[in-house]
């Protein structure tokens, strides 16, 4: 969920330059909370998210009572901090946020500093986008599927490391789950994103890695990465020709993520009834659902608190008790 480079930077780009017209990133954050709407968006500008947050506010921001919307990226501490921002944003709900689901259970876990409490904060409106994560290599190894690399691991687990984008995710304990399901001796190796991910099993530098679809689309369709199986409890709309890690034995091998839309707690129903009735709008438009699903996205129509809440909370059910035992925390 970070930066694309080469070629599946070029839908991004695309994408980057026909939303703008209507997303514009506006400098003056002041300025910005007085006259406009605003959509967080926790990751750099260029990549996968940021794409899809712009696709999405230009679609949304002629239904917010009348104020433009514009995409305001805050990149940082593995999400938090723009989830902090939203936590300090004026209490008129002008500002929205676009965020993973898991880091807003995973966090109170694994930082003993959190400065905002994800249930009293914020209200998850609807979902937006399904995440899957998927595992990959160079498209030129040798291993095809997920019993080559469970083999190969086992002969030299020196030789066959699991790079993963970033730790304290949903993807980390994936990464985790899978090594321990898997019986073998592969470390986890964390990179500062996927896009050096990429780049690093682009160059046959490392042998495999795991980080979220949208990554390695690109790469996968110009057959330079080979996605070797996904996470989800089913294939990625993406993806289709690539088997879940439940099709090829590991049935409890099973985890994907949604963006989800957050606003203030305290935000008027008028409001939240707002934001969430305009991006409902935006992922029924078929040009909207059509690229996020070339993006790599799985496709939601937008669902109502009440599943929200529901889906959040069974991941966390499945989730906390693995965080926990493993015993990770947060710098």
Same mark, same amino acid.
């Given at each position: 969920m970070t930066?694309?480079n080469?070629?599946a930077?070029?839908l991004?780009?695309?994408?980057?330059v026909?939303?703008?017209?209507?997303?514009?990133?506006?400098?003056?954050?002041?300025?910005?909370?007085q006259?406009?709407?605003?959509l967080l968006?926790? /990751?750099?500008p $260029? $990549?996968?998210?940021?794409?899809?947050g712009r696709?999405?506010?230009?679609m949304?921001?002629?239904?917010?009572?009348?104020?433009?919307?514009?995409?305001?990226?805050r990149?940082?501490a593995?999400?938090?901090?723009?989830?902090?921002?939203?936590k300090?944003?004026?209490?008129?709900?002008t500002?929205?946020?676009?965020?993973?689901?898991?880091?807003?259970f995973i966090?109170p876990?694994?930082?003993?500093?959190?400065?905002y409490d994800? +249930?009293?904060?914020?209200?998850?409106l609807?979902d937006?986008?399904?995440?899957?994560?998927?595992?990959?290599?160079?498209?030129?190894?040798?291993?095809?599927?997920?019993?080559?690399?469970v083999?190969?691991?086992k002969?030299s687990?020196?030789?066959?490391?699991?790079?993963?984008s970033s730790?304290?995710?949903?993807?980390h /304990?994936?990464?985790?789950?899978f090594?321990?399901?898997?019986?073998?001796?592969?470390?986890?190796?964390?990179?500062?994103?996927?896009?050096?991910?990429?780049?690093e099993?682009?160059g046959?530098?490392?042998?495999?890695?795991m980080?979220a679809?949208?990554t /390695?689309?690109?790469?996968?369709?110009?057959?330079?990465l080979r996605?070797?199986?996904?996470?989800?409890?089913?294939?990625?709309?993406?993806?289709?020709?690539?088997?879940?890690f439940?099709?090829q034995g590991?049935?409890?091998?099973?985890?994907?993520?949604?963006?989800?839309?957050?606003?203030?707690?305290?935000?008027?129903?008028?409001?939240?009834?707002?934001?969430? +009735?305009?991006?409902?709008q935006?992922?029924a438009?078929?040009?909207?659902?059509?690229k996020?699903?070339?993006?790599?996205?799985d496709?939601?129509? $937008?669902?109502?608190?009440q599943?929200?809440a529901k889906?959040?909370?069974?991941?966390?059910?499945?989730?906390?008790?693995?965080?926990?035992?493993?015993? /990770?925390? $947060?710098e």
């Amino acid at each position: 969920m970070t930066d694309m480079n080469s070629s599946a930077l070029r839908l991004s780009r695309r994408a980057f330059v026909a939303a703008s017209a209507g997303a514009l990133a506006v400098p003056n954050a002041a300025f910005a909370q007085q006259s406009v709407n605003r959509l967080l968006v926790p /990751f750099p500008p $260029g $990549g996968p998210a940021d794409y899809m947050g712009r696709l999405l506010a230009e679609m949304m921001k002629d239904n917010l009572g009348g104020r433009p919307l514009i995409v305001d990226n805050r990149p940082g501490a593995g999400t938090r901090l723009a989830t902090e921002v939203l936590k300090n944003s004026p209490a008129d709900g002008t500002v929205a946020l676009l965020a993973p689901v898991d880091p807003m259970f995973i966090a109170p876990i694994i930082y003993n500093n959190l400065r905002y409490d994800p +249930q009293a904060d914020f209200k998850a409106l609807t979902d937006v986008a399904g995440v899957q994560f998927g595992l990959v290599v160079n498209a030129s190894s040798p291993i095809k599927n997920v019993a080559d690399f469970v083999r190969a691991a086992k002969a030299s687990p020196k030789d066959n490391p699991i790079a993963i984008s970033s730790l304290g995710t949903l993807l980390h /304990f994936l990464a985790a789950e899978f090594v321990s399901q898997a019986r073998i001796d592969s470390t986890l190796a964390p990179y500062r994103g996927g896009a050096a991910m990429a780049t690093e099993l682009l160059g046959n530098q490392v042998s495999a890695g795991m980080d979220a679809t949208t990554t /390695f689309v690109e790469y996968h369709r110009a057959g330079k990465l080979r996605v070797i199986a996904v996470a989800g409890d089913k294939r990625a709309d993406a993806l289709p020709d690539v088997p879940t890690f439940a099709e090829q034995g590991f049935a409890n091998l099973v985890a994907s993520s949604r963006y989800l839309l957050y606003v203030r707690s305290n935000t008027s129903a008028q409001t939240q009834a707002m934001w969430a +009735q305009a991006t409902r709008q935006a992922l029924a438009a078929p040009d909207v659902r059509e690229k996020l699903a070339r993006a790599g996205y799985d496709l939601v129509s $937008g669902a109502s608190e009440q599943e929200v809440a529901k889906y959040s909370n069974a991941l966390a059910a499945r989730w906390v008790p693995v965080i926990k035992a493993s015993g /990770f925390k $947060g710098e």
